[in-house]
């Protein structure tokens, strides 16, 4: 009998609350509609969610801007009377009261809309877990004040920005968005119900987690709808034959959680904490899904194959042995970032192998060793110089003095010599001492400034070493410059924000068109893409054209690899896409015996690049400008080779003036490079 005790003077206060008209005249004033805090929602080129960036998923959407039989839905199940009632719906306290009197206490409430919006405000003021009478009569005061300042649109408005559908997701729009993938303003009939549904209790009504449940609310919302004559016979059976469907991966276009964190710093650097936190900023980046999702996919399979190599004795990711102490984690990290050479738009990017180990991002924020990587830089101003791509440099043992008097004695990766070899071969095969003596004859200073010309922003030694990649880079500026090569010769820095807008979706940023800066001669870049396609052809990144790739693709590309094989890398390209990998650890070790870009990086981007054409086009292939001269020359020393098609000759390509005779080419062997 406590229980009836308690019901029945609740429900004398309950109606003594109901009954008296004005008691909160007074304090109308302080009574309003607050905007909660709303998040900033990132998404990717597409219009497809990426992320929110916030305390609260929640987003305001205004009540013109949604179909009728979305606020309907939400009327008809938790406030019938909604439009009849001053903020306390006395009818249903009555109602209430009997039914908890006949079917035991808490079978039935009597919060209206207008009540619960309160609650969910001022929770300062209104806690709801609280059943006591003070809180009621607190609520029902507010609930009072809030009816007389504000319309029932705009009460109803706000109700559907404050809900909670579960999973830290608030507002109708949110709930549209993770659900069903769209936004509110496009839900259909059955999907509106479907979301009416959660008030009562998002956990046991969850679509994802009880779909028959869910079903079977959705229906009792449907017929609630019919009773009250907001929909019709033939509406109702139409939404209830259809099937309950929700999106996967809770309406997230692709996994990106280092775009998200670069996008998020990017803002905090431009409008502060605060309004990015609460500010309710959209903004649209540069990343396509669907490469994003490959790259996801490549790096991760790749990772994990490095890791099942026979031999391979460092802690593996997932295993207790693998667990982070610090953000600087035990096991093999990786990176791949993939940009549009022609815009300098970010498609993809992976910054670490698992964010929540490590949000540290690699690709942006770090810096290592290029290795062979770098190489191309010294080439590229080498050609400028009207070095030849026939010309031939010594491969020989080289001793070099430091400045504290001792000597550097650089091998080459295999530990062999070569002798003289041309400068297409010593690039293509990434032979170290034939790049040193070229770089130290052409100035460590100019390749230092073709590098910077080309994006480059870290320190660069001029150091002899720095040829074969011993200065540390950025891994997003390494990759963004061979952008200079894909475009024969045009640059366009990295980007990843092309629009901002705030709270009431006017611009705060557009980002500017693409305005690509021409860095090389489209001559020397296109000498340069047709020596790195060499790389991949038959030099050191064959690992790059694994099977899958499109038959009519020819990417160009190089690999790198540092000391003690700590570093691996490898950065391919076409004309519309720039993509390169790393693969090392956060305290740099050698990965394995024989580990190599060739070996270990370029096949991940073998199996990004196969997946990116299935949703690219393929380009057409890179012709040569005007000013360029075709030859056919040996292969062996770049002297004239008669024109036949076999691999003991190759075209090659010369600035108009500088192709060989069969004269220039006996004056030249005379004069071979000795640096």
């Known amino acids: 009998m406590r229980g009836v005790e308690r019901l029945l003077a609740l429900s004398t206060v309950w109606l003594v609350a109901a009954s008296t008209v004005g008691a ?212 109702l059976r139409a939404a209830m034959l259809q099937p309950l469907r929700v999106v996967p991966d809770d309406g997230f276009s692709v996994r990106a959680p280092y775009v998200v964190e670069w996008v998020r710093q990017w803002l905090v650097d431009r409008y502060g904490l605060s309004t990015v936190n609460s500010g309710g900023l959209t903004v649209m980046t540069t990343i396509d899904p669907a490469l994003q999702e490959a790259a996801n996919r490549a790096l991760a399979l790749g990772l994990a194959q490095v890791e099942s190599m026979p031999g391979y004795r460092w802690p593996r990711y997932g295993t207790p042995q693998a667990r982070p102490g610090t953000a600087r984690t035990p096991y093999l990290q990786g990176l791949l970032v993939a940009l549009d050479p022609r815009s300098g738009d970010v498609l993809a990017l992976i910054g670490g192998r698992d964010f929540r180990d490590s949000e540290f991002d690699r690709a942006a924020q770090g810096s290592r060793q290029a290795g062979s990587a770098f190489k191309p830089f010294v080439y590229a101003t080498a050609l400028a110089q009207g070095v030849l791509p026939t010309t031939t440099i010594s491969d020989a043992p080289l001793s070099l003095p430091k400045g504290d008097g001792t000597r550097w004695t650089p091998e080459n990766a295999d530990g062999s010599w070569s002798g003289p070899v041309t400068l297409r071969t010593a690039l293509s095969r990434s032979i170290n001492i034939p790049t040193i003596r070229l770089a130290l004859g052409i100035g460590l200073d100019s390749v230092i400034a073709t590098a910077r010309r080309l994006g480059l922003t870290t320190e660069i030694p001029p150091f002899a070493a720095t040829a074969i990649g011993a200065a540390d880079v950025r891994p997003l500026e390494l990759i963004g410059a061979y952008g200079a090569f894909a475009t024969l010769g045009a640059y366009a820095p990295p980007r990843i924000v092309t629009l901002v807008q705030d709270a009431a979706g006017l611009p705060i940023y557009e980002a500017p068109p693409p305005s690509p800066v021409q860095v090389l001669d489209s001559r020397i870049a296109f000498q340069m893409v047709n020596i790195l396609q060499d790389v991949v052809n038959r030099g050191t990144g064959t690992a790059a054209r694994r099977a899958g790739l499109p038959d009519n693709l020819a990417p160009a590309g190089k690999t790198g690899t540092t000391n003690d094989n700590a570093d691996v890398w490898f950065v391919g390209f076409t004309p519309n896409l720039v993509a390169g990998v790393w693969l090392g650890f956060d305290r740099p070790q050698t990965i394995a015996r024989g580990a190599f870009g060739g070996t270990l990086a370029a096949p991940i981007w073998s199996l990004f690049a196969r997946e990116a054409y299935r949703h690219l086009p393929v380009p057409d292939p890179w012709q040569p400008p005007p000013g360029l001269v075709a030859v056919r020359v040996r292969r062996s020393d770049g002297a004239l080779a008669p024109n036949d098609s076999t691999d003991a000759s190759y075209t090659e390509y010369f600035l108009e003036g500088t192709e060989p005779s069969a004269r220039a080419i006996a004056q030249r062997l005379l004069r071979r490079f000795r640096w």
């Open 24 to 235: 909160a005249q007074g304090r109308d004033t302080a009574v309003t509609i607050v905007r909660p805090p709303l998040a900033t929602v990132v998404y990717d080129r597409q219009g497809g969610l990426l992320a929110e960036i916030g305390p609260q998923a929640r987003s305001w959407v205004r009540i013109i801007d949604l179909p009728p039989h979305l606020g309907q839905a939400f009327v008809a199940t938790e406030d019938r009377r909604f439009y009849q009632h001053d903020g306390v719906d006395v009818i249903g306290v009555v109602g209430a009261i009997r039914d908890n009197l006949l079917r035991g206490f808490g079978s039935r409430g009597a919060s209206t809309i207008t009540q619960q919006l309160v609650g969910t405000m001022f929770p300062d003021i209104v806690d709801r877990r609280e059943i006591t009478i003070s809180r009621k009569l607190r609520e029902a005061e507010l609930a009072r004040a809030l009816e007389r300042r504000h319309t029932k649109a705009e009460i109803l408005e706000a109700y559907l920005n404050y809900i909670n559908f579960g999973h830290g997701w608030y507002g109708i729009e949110a709930a549209a968005r993770h659900y069903f993938g769209k936004p509110a303003a496009e839900l259909t009939l059955a999907q509106t119900a479907t979301l009416a549904a959660l008030p009562k209790s998002p956990v046991d009504y969850d679509p994802r987690a009880h779909p028959d449940r869910a079903l079977q609310r959705r229906n009792v919302v449907l017929r609630l709808m019919r009773s009250q004559r907001y929909i019709t016979e033939a509406q």
